[in-house]
């Protein structure tokens, strides 16, 4: 089995060059591959064999709602969430590129929040920050200096939280420093909430949603133990 996690750039044509963050983690919890890519013909060349994959984007978008029902959930759990609006994602992005993904994912076989060998979650990177390092950790905005500090130790705790994430020193420098460094981060802690859904068999993942609205699988610990 392979974990696939996604932090999607939500603009669709033509999308954000190298916008797109993805980590690959085997069954043991070692990261095979991280980087960047653009289109989402990219995204399904990563589908080989038996995958989860778990995409940071609303993969859910309802008509004529502004928060759906599981982004109340995280507001009320103190988590910040940009409230799902296909408007907004209409006029500034050219249309729901998440959505869009997971149409064309789903077809291909794998199923939405499911259980068997190939499954699609919407995640959210924030909740594994919550989880593994409570507390303010700025490694997306900053001076440069202050962001590679906060995602080492951001680095630091996750592996603290969750030992058998193995993550090779040739993946260090492209989750803590250069172009693109926060993107390949929120698409490693992506990757960690299906292998954790996976590892423990759903014991220590938590589920909010609807539905109508669409689920967002969440990783239990700090802010999200209910």
Known sequence: MRYVGIDLAWKVSPPKERGTGFCIIDDDGKVLDL???TTDDEIVDLIEG????GIDASLVVP???????GERELRSRGMKVLPTSREFYMSHYGGCRGE???RRLTDLGLEYFGSGRNALFEVYPFAVVQAAAPGPLRYKKGPRSARRAASKELLRRILE??????IPCSSMPPLVDGTGSADRMDALMAAISVYRHGLYSGARSAMVGDGDDGYILLPRGGGVDR
Request: glycine share 8%; charged share 15%.
């Open 100 to 102: 869009m993904l997971a």
């Open 35 to 37: 980087g960047l890519v």
């Open 63 to 69: 008509q004529g709602r502004s928060m759906r029902s």
């Open 161 to 166: 939280w969750e030992p058998s994430i193995q």
């Open 50 to 53: 038996d995958i989860w994959m």
